[in-house]
Structures are given as C-alpha cells and as structure tokens.
C-alpha cells in the first residue's frame, strides 16, 4: 500500500517557511539599513515567497494525487489499483522533468483538473482575486530575476490590471510601498505583506 503524503505536515512546513522570510524582511527593514538595501531585500524575499509556493503547489497536486487517485486512474484506463504512491505521483506531475512546472493559475487549474479533476482540485477553492494577486506576484518574481523585455512588459500589465496602476514603479518601489486601497489584502501595509498574505491564506485555504 502506497504511502500516505502527510498534508499537515507540508502546510506546517510551508507556513513556517513564508513566515519566516516575512520576519526577515521586518527585521531589515527596522534595522536601520540604506533604504536600497532594505528595497533590495523586499525583491529577494518576493523572489523567495514565489519559491515557496512553487514547491508547496508541486508538493500539494502530489498530495491529492496520492490521496485521492480515482479521477487519475479512470482517466488513464488503469485498473488493477486504487492508489497512486508519491513517487510516481511526483513523475506524473513533473512530467518526467525534475520539477512541476506552470505558468500561472489558470495552467494550474486545468493540469490540477486533469489529474485530480475539478471537484477535487484543491485550488479550485481560491478565489479569483487571490489567483490574481499570485499571478501578480509571479510576474514581479520574474521580473525581479529576469528583466527580459518579456518579463518586464508582463509585470507592467499584471500590476495595471491587479492594482489598477496607471504608472508601474519598480519592483523595489512596488514592494515597498504601502497599498492603501480599500480591497487590499493588507491595507496601509507593504504590498510585500499584502501578496504574502494572500499566499499565507492559499496555503491554508488548499
């Protein structure tokens, strides 16, 4: 019998992991630190929250994976079993790479759907906004680490249509500020707590 994923565990580990980068981020910043350094501190640690979430999404597709196959197996015309072990749900979702790669929460949706299906995909219970604003957060990752012109026009777009911003700051200036707009997801906090709360509660929530 394979063996069960432990679900708890991995949302423990993840919680604390976000957690810990948002209390190094505080640290710096009341640390009396050159405020380019403390912007450059923020950029890292998006860089860092995006990480986390990557590996606990691979992490927790596999887990559903391996606790609930059924969907997978039907649609694979496998009989014979009813479970799925980790290792093999790890090769299914890595696609015989080494790591679960996805574009965004819509990609993520419909191979979550494909394997799991929608009534089981466990991000399938996060709202549209929050789907946004991790969007958001992998377009300011990948702006912070690529500055390729594609990367930084979609960061430009991402941040007009989730922050309604007519004109996009940099990634240091964008982290850093406070949001005080009334829907944010930490009002009159950095928009670096924002997005981490919105990650904290997805976690959570999935």
């Not at 986390?52 to 649609?75: C, G, M, Q, S, T």
């Not at 922050?163 to 009002?187: I, Q, W």
Request: glycine share 6%; aromatic share 8%; with cysteine.
């Amino acid at each position: 019998m394979p063996r069960t994923v432990d679900l708890s565990g991995l949302k423990t580990r993840s919680l604390h992991a976000l957690s810990h980068a948002m209390e190094r981020y505080k640290a710096a910043n009341k640390a009396s630190l050159d405020y380019l350094l403390v912007r450059w501190i923020a950029e890292m640690t998006a860089v860092e929250l995006h990480a986390i979430w990557e590996r606990y999404v691979e992490n927790r597709v596999v887990a559903a994976l391996n606790h609930d196959a059924a969907h997978f197996l039907k649609e694979q015309g496998i009989k014979g079993v009813s479970r799925v072990s980790s290792g093999l749900a790890f090769y299914v979702v890595r696609g015989g790479g080494r790591y679960f790669d996805f574009r965004s929460m819509s990609d993520l949706l419909d191979k979550g759907d494909r394997w799991l299906g929608k009534a089981k995909n466990p991000f399938r219970s996060l709202s549209a906004d929050d789907r946004s604003y991790i969007d958001a957060l992998a377009a300011v990752r990948n702006c912070v680490v690529h500055r390729s012109d594609a990367a930084v026009g979609s960061y430009k777009r991402s941040l007009k249509t989730v922050y309604g911003m007519r004109s996009v700051p940099e990634p240091d200036e964008f982290l850093t500020a406070k949001d005080l707009r009334a829907a944010s997801p930490a009002r009159y906090e950095s928009r670096l707590r924002g997005l981490a709360t919105v990650v904290i509660r997805s976690v959570q929530n999935t």
